[in-house]
């Protein structure tokens, strides 16, 4: 098994997932310091997705491939099409060659909706037209929102204020990592070609507010941005900063004005979540 993009939040809840059911495994990274993060028992391989020889051999022995490779958090200045289109082309070409049986990727719930629009989401899905067009049989996750961009609203209570855009009633059930890797991998052993979900519990995005208060005990401080607002300035943003800038936004606004539901799976609770997070166990 590979793991593409193993050293953020997913990535490394699909490591030990593939490690618990007694799976060898190879992660993917780019930077050879990496390596030292993982378990001795992994197989680490260092290359540059945006250099397609430098991944000679990253799929030699493997049967199945987990991407999870995307720019959330912008780093380095590179376009999405460049990793999420085109660093995931790369790895799916090497294991076209190499007849990998199954490819699993991650992409976003509503992909198809919101490609139009949202400039990283419209890379992700230009890769899995690639995917579905591929000989290689594949299968596409769309989650909802992670844990681990759920603790912005924390670091908001921190500091004593969670703003929230529009009226706050836009839905979610967020996806822990762990239980959504085991969905990944659930999926990689089944048929099935394209996979929504979500977590255990629905939230507004103000009942969200209202946990990372909780859980930070902060006295209750929920101010709202209106829609307008916040979608003029995605407007004025994408015509006037380049993509690194702007496209952060452009998606974190897309998904906050959206419902973003799906069928839930998995039994982490983003409350406990929120506790263990205060009390620095995760
Ligand atoms: N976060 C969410 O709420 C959410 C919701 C739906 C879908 N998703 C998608 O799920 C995937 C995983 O998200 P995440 O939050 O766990 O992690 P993430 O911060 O999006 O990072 C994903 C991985 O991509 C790798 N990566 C980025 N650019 C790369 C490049 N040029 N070459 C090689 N590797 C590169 C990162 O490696 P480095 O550590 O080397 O940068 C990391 O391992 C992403 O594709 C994301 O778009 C996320």
């Known amino acids: 098994m590979l793991v593409a993009g193993a050293t953020v939040y997913l990535g490394r809840h699909l490591v030990a997932d593939l490690l618990d059911r007694g799976w060898r495994v190879r992660v993917f990274v780019r930077r050879p310091q990496q390596a030292t993060t993982f378990a001795p028992e992994v197989d680490v391989f260092v290359g540059q997705v945006t250099d397609p020889p430098t991944l000679?051999?990253?799929?030699?022995?493997?049967?199945?491939?987990?991407?999870?490779?995307?720019?959330?958090?912008?780093?380095?200045?590179?376009?999405?099409?460049?990793?999420?289109?085109?660093?995931?082309?790369?790895?799916?070409?090497?294991?076209?060659?190499?007849?990998?049986?199954?490819?699993?990727?991650?992409?976003?719930?509503?992909?198809?909706?919101?490609?139009?629009?949202?400039?990283?989401?419209?890379?992700?899905?230009?890769?899995?037209?690639?995917?579905?067009?591929?000989?290689?049989?594949?299968?596409?996750?769309?989650?909802?929102?992670?844990?681990?961009?759920?603790?912005?609203?924390?670091?908001?209570?921190?500091?004593?204020?969670?703003?929230?855009?529009?009226d706050?009633?836009?839905?979610?059930?967020?996806?822990?990592?762990?239980?959504?890797?085991?969905?990944?991998?659930?999926?990689?052993?089944?048929?099935?070609?394209?996979?929504?979900?979500?977590?255990?519990?629905?939230?507004?995005?103000?009942?969200?507010?209202?946990?990372?208060?909780?859980?930070a005990r902060t006295a209750p401080r929920i101010r709202h941005i209106p829609r307008a607002l916040a979608v003029t300035l995605v407007r004025v943003l994408t015509r006037s900063t380049p993509e690194h800038v702007y496209g952060p936004i452009q998606f974190l606004v897309a998904v906050l004005t959206t419902d973003m539901t799906a069928p839930a799976a998995g039994s982490d609770h983003l409350a406990d979540h929120f506790s263990e997070t205060t009390r620095g166990v995760t």
């Open 168 to 215: 706050g009633r836009r839905i979610m059930n967020p996806n822990s990592g762990r239980d959504l890797a085991t969905v990944c991998v659930d999926a990689s052993l089944s048929p099935a070609t394209d996979v929504e979900v979500g977590g255990p519990d629905f939230f507004s995005h103000e009942e969200i507010a209202r946990a990372a208060l909780t859980a």
């Open 56 to 166: 000679a051999g990253v799929i030699e022995g493997i049967d199945t491939v987990f991407s999870t490779i995307g720019i959330t958090r912008q780093r380095d200045r590179l376009r999405y099409v460049d990793a999420d289109y085109g660093g995931n082309l790369a790895l799916l070409r090497a294991a076209e060659a190499a007849n990998v049986t199954r490819f699993v990727y991650i992409s976003v719930l509503h992909g198809q909706d919101l490609r139009a629009t949202v400039r990283l989401v419209a890379a992700k899905e230009r890769f899995v037209d690639a995917l579905s067009a591929s000989p290689v049989s594949s299968v596409v996750v769309r989650p909802t929102g992670y844990f681990s961009d759920m603790e912005q609203f924390m670091t908001m209570a921190r500091r004593g204020t969670v703003y929230v855009i529009g």
